[in-house]
C-alpha cells in the first residue's frame, strides 16, 4: 500500500497568519490517465471530514480561496494563506491512484 | 443536498457479524462510486472498502478481505457494508462516502463496538 506521511503532526499558528502542511507519498500519485488523485480534507471537531481540494489544487465548491493545493509527483502541500479560528481541526492528505486508497496520519491545527 | 445516512452500527461480541447501511440522497446514487471509511475514535482514517457505479468492481483493504463484503442496491439508492468475524480492532465509526479515488461527501458515520 502508498504510505502517505505528513508533517508536521501539530501545526500551532496564530490567526491571520499562513500555514503550511506537507504530503509526501512513498510512490508517484500520476495515474495512467495523467492525473494525480491527491485530495486534502479537514475534519473540525465533532464533524465528519470534508474535502477541501481534489486532485492536488482544485478547490471544493464552498471552500474559501485562502485554501490551496499545489504539487506534483510524491511531494504536495496543503496552504492556509490566513488562518481563522474556524479552521481548527485536523487535515488529512488521501491518495486515490493507487489501490487501496490511503491517508496520511493526519495533521492537528491549533491556534495559538 | 448531497445526504448520507449511515445505519446498524451497535455494540458487538468478537467473532459476531453486523449489517450496516447507507440510504444515499440528493444526488443520482448509480453515478458514483462508493466507499466504506472508518476511523478509531481519537485516531486517523482507514479507507475500508469500494464498489463501482454498478457492483461490477468492489474491494477492500486487506485487513477485512474475505471478512467484509460491500454491495449496493441502484434501485433503492443504498449501499450496505456486511462484516463478520469481527475483532476487537474492527472498532471504529464507519462513514458511508461518495466516490472511491477522491471521496467528496460523507455521512456522519455509524459506530461499530466489537467488544467480550
Known amino acids: 500500500d502508498v504510505v502517505m506521511t505528513q508533517s508536521p503532526l501539530s501545526l500551532p499558528v496564530t490567526v491571520g497568519q499562513p500555514a503550511s502542511i506537507s504530503c509526501r507519498s512513498n510512490?508517484?500519485?500520476?495515474?495512467?490517465?495523467?492525473?494525480?488523485?491527491l485530495n486534502w480534507f479537514q475534519q473540525r471537531p465533532g464533524q465528519s471530514p470534508r474535502r477541501l481540494i481534489y486532485?492536488?489544487?482544485n478547490r471544493d465548491s464552498g471552500v474559501p480561496d485562502r485554501f490551496s493545493g499545489s504539487g506534483s509527483g510524491t511531494d504536495f502541500t496543503l496552504r492556509i494563506s490566513r488562518v481563522e479560528a474556524e479552521d481548527v481541526g485536523l487535515y488529512y492528505c488521501?491518495?486515490?491512484?493507487?489501490?487501496?486508497?490511503?491517508f496520511g496520519q493526519g495533521t492537528k491545527l491549533e491556534i495559538k | 443536498e448531497v445526504q448520507l445516512v449511515e445505519s446498524g452500527g451497535s455494540v458487538v461480541r468478537p467473532g459476531g457479524s453486523l449489517r450496516l447501511s447507507c440510504a444515499a440522497s440528493?444526488?443520482?446514487?448509480?453515478?458514483?462510486?462508493m466507499s466504506w471509511v472508518r476511523q478509531v475514535p481519537g485516531k486517523g482514517l482507514e479507507w475500508v472498502c469500494g464498489?463501482?457505479?454498478?457492483?461490477?468492481?468492489?474491494n477492500c483493504v486487506d485487513s477485512v478481505k474475505g471478512r467484509f463484503t460491500i454491495s449496493r442496491d441502484n434501485a433503492k439508492n443504498s449501499l450496505d457494508l456486511q462484516m463478520s468475524s469481527l475483532r476487537v480492532e474492527d472498532t471504529a465509526l464507519y462513514y458511508c462516502?461518495?466516490?472511491?479515488?477522491?471521496?467528496?461527501?460523507w455521512g456522519q458515520g455509524t459506530p461499530v463496538t466489537v467488544s467480550s
Open positions: 510512490q508517484s500519485l500520476v495515474s495512467s490517465d495523467g492525473d494525480s488523485y
Open positions: 462516502a461518495r466516490g472511491l479515488r477522491g471521496v467528496d461527501s
Open positions: 464498489i463501482n457505479w454498478n457492483g461490477g468492481s468492489r
Open positions: 440528493g444526488f443520482t446514487f448509480d453515478d458514483h462510486g
Open positions: 488521501m491518495q486515490g491512484t493507487h489501490w487501496p486508497p490511503t
Open positions: 486532485k492536488v489544487s
